[in-house]
């Protein structure tokens, strides 16, 4: 499959296209001001019904909590994440107020993640989506109700060196490319 550079084919917001995932972290803390201005954009996303599905539960590095998120990790995550300054587990709620189910929870709370990562990148932190990570145990441990979907974890930090990280990692630590909007944009019908 033909994928891009990671220049636009079109132009767009620089940090858009600037927002990756990196896995190396410096171990710099996240003030309680910085994380909170994360949420505070994930709070302004679009949703259905303006229903707001989205929840955040997270854990700041040496805290009692710390652990907690970092074992439900699979191995390969824990690895580069445990240098995270914090760990926040993403869950939307399935059904609206009235007890109807909401089609698009998952839909509207990636909207709110989105917002999270780009509002990171813009305090110079970056925010790492991970689906790397026991989905049952992240409902026990933080007693998560069953009205919530367990979406995905992230890691926040600073971007640390690559050659911080082991080598197999190192070779991974660079910016993605991505598929060719003739082959994701159709007009009319899918083609
Ligand atoms: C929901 C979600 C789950 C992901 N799970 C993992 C993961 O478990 N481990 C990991 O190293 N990266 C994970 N990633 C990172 C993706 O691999 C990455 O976003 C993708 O390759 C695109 O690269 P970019 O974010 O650098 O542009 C995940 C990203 C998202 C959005």
Redesign the pocket.
């Known amino acids: 499959m033909e994928k891009t550079p990671r220049e636009p084919e079109y132009p767009i917001d620089d940090r858009i296209l600037h927002?990756?995932?990196?896995?190396s972290f410096t171990q710099e803390p996240i003030s309680d001001e910085q994380l909170f201005s994360l949420f505070e954009a994930a709070k302004w996303a679009p949703s259905s019904y303006n229903n707001q599905p989205w929840r955040f539960i997270y854990a700041k590095k040496n805290t009692p909590f710390w652990n907690d998120f970092l074992s439900l990790?699979?191995d390969?995550?824990k690895e580069?994440?445990q240098k995270a300054a914090a760990l926040i587990v993403i869950i939307s709620k399935k059904t609206f107020d009235n007890g109807n189910f909401s089609k698009t929870h998952s839909f509207d709370t990636?909207a709110a993640?989105q917002n999270l990562a780009l509002q990171a990148g813009s305090l110079g932190f970056v925010a790492?989506?991970?689906?790397?990570?026991d989905y049952e145990k992240a409902k026990t441990k933080l007693r998560i109700p069953d009205e919530f979907q367990v979406?995905?974890?992230v890691a926040i930090g600073k971007q640390g060196p690559k050659e911080q990280l082991s080598v197999a990692l190192q070779k991974?630590e660079q910016?993605?490319l991505?598929r060719l909007l003739q082959q994701t944009v159709f007009e009319g019908k899918f083609t």
């Open positions: 927002r990756w995932s990196p896995r990790l699979i390969f995550n580069w994440a990636g993640w790492h989506g991970m689906e790397g990570f979406e995905a974890m991974r910016p993605s991505r």
